[in-house]
């Protein structure tokens, strides 16, 4: 194999670059980036960049020889064993899709995708400066937390009745509805935008979430997935060409743990699954990209972690109690085995997070009565 084209230059790009590499690819590696700034990380962007604490946000790329880097080089069209640029036509051995999502928009309001949204939107929130913020998922509420720190008068308007009401049930999204208030966050549930100058706002952002940014690939034969063009890959990330694969925000992976096909848009999948698609790519092993889900957000000054996959037959436990300062919330289901962990939620307790992440993946039971005592160690509430 001669050349392996990425596009993408997120972090699943970087992490398929380095992975190569790492692989002994010695190949030629081009990415394609459809952004003018070298790949970064987008976690800081709401939790330091917005604050204008501007920390290093991007990946060190010296360690992956060779990289032929492409800014500003969006692909527009796959072939078979192609990609198309404004520049023309380049052939390559294996093609590598990590574009990621955009934000979805609203005319006239910004959003956080980027660090140059990231950028121009810190230069709007300052003391006093009257903040709409439409949308309280992951985004809307990160975006609202960082506003109200920087003194601004934040109102943010959610069409559902809690917030977080796409990723969580709704009385676990309202746990968070008082850290807007004692923010000083005018929070509005189930209030619908539709004229955003009527907001009379000095900056409205929309946190309406993202979409795999696939737009490019309809023609190409690729199969997509119709909810929100996804890139339909299988357990080993072989999207539906040969020598084509993909990973990050905008596939969609067959996974064999939960016996369904998963989008999980968040940062640790873009840093796990590269390696694994890459491994597939140069016929190096034929492991599946199989992981517990796990994800985190920062807000309000606290910290929220997620692992696992919310089945529609668990049932919700409450481990300690939820009026507490710290929790976790699991989510249990009985099998013939016993009960088994099958998500957990945990505001403040990361011991309890990396515990149950860890059990979860090694397929261990628990005790539920022992789970729910929030002194006992997770692991101590393990029967296997
Ligand atoms: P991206 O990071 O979106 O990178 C894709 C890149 O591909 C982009 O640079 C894009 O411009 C480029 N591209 C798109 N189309 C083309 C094309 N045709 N040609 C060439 N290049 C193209 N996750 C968490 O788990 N916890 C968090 O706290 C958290 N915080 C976040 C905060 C913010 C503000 C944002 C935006 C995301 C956050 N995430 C968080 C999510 C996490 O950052 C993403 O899941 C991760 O960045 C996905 O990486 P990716 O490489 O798949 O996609």
Redesign the pocket.
């Known amino acids: 194999m001669q050349r392996i084209i990425i596009?993408?230059?997120?972090?699943?790009?970087?992490e398929a670059a380095r992975a190569l590499r790492q692989q002994q690819f010695d190949g030629e590696i081009i990415m394609?980036?459809?952004?003018s700034e070298p790949?970064y990380?987008?976690?800081p962007?709401?939790?330091g960049v917005l604050l204008g604490r501007e920390p290093s946000v991007h990946f060190d790329l010296s360690s992956i020889t060779g990289l032929d880097l492409r800014l500003d080089?969006?692909?527009?069209r796959l072939g078979p064993g192609e990609i198309e640029t404004d520049d023309g036509v380049m052939a390559a051995d294996g093609i590598f899709l990590?574009?990621?999502?955009?934000?979805i928009s609203l005319p006239g309001a910004a959003t956080?995708?980027?660090h140059d949204d990231?950028q121009q939107l810190f230069q709007l929130l300052y003391p006093g400066a009257v903040v709409a913020v439409i949308g309280a998922g992951?985004?809307g509420a990160?975006v609202a937390s960082a506003a109200a720190e920087a003194g601004c008068m934040v109102t943010v308007y959610e069409a559902m009745d809690s917030p977080l009401a796409t990723a969580l049930p709704t009385d676990l999204g309202l746990l968070t509805a008082p850290w807007y208030e004692q923010a000083g966050v005018d929070l509005r549930l189930g209030e619908r935008v539709d004229d955003i100058a009527a907001l009379g706002a000095d900056v409205v952002v929309a946190g309406l979430g993202?979409r795999p940014?696939t737009g490019?690939l309809r023609d190409s034969g690729l199969d997509l997935q119709q909810r929100d063009g996804a890139v339909v890959v299988d357990e080993y990330l072989r999207a539906s060409l040969p020598m084509v694969v993909a990973?990050?925000?905008?596939a969609a992976w067959w996974s064999t743990r939960y016996q369904r096909r998963l989008r999980v848009?968040?940062?640790?999948?873009?840093l796990h699954a590269p390696a694994v698609a890459v491994a597939g790519l140069l016929a190096k092993t034929d492991e599946p990209y199989d992981p517990v889900p796990?994800?985190?957000?920062?807000q309000f000054g606290h910290n929220l972690q997620f692992a696992g996959y919310r089945a529609d037959d668990a049932r919700i436990v409450v481990r300690g109690s939820t009026n507490e300062a710290t929790w976790a919330v699991g989510w249990v289901r009985d099998t013939p085995q016993g009960c088994e962990l099958a998500a957990i939620l945990t505001l403040d307790r990361p011991r309890d997070l990396t515990q149950a992440r860890r059990a979860m993946t090694a397929g261990s039971l628990i005790d539920v009565e022992r789970f729910v005592d929030a002194d006992t160690p997770v692991k101590s509430a393990l029967v296997s």
Do not use: M, N
Not at 7 to 14: E, K, P, S, T, Y
Not at 32 to 35: C, D, K, N, Q, T
Not at 265 to 270: F, G, L, P, V
């Open positions: 596009v993408g230059g997120g972090l699943a790009g970087f394609l980036a459809a952004e790949p990380d987008r976690p962007l709401s939790k080089q969006p692909a527009r990590a574009v990621g999502a955009d934000a956080l995708r980027t990231a992951w985004i990160e993202a940014a490019w990973a990050g925000d905008c848009e968040h940062w640790d999948t873009a796990y994800f985190w957000s920062d």
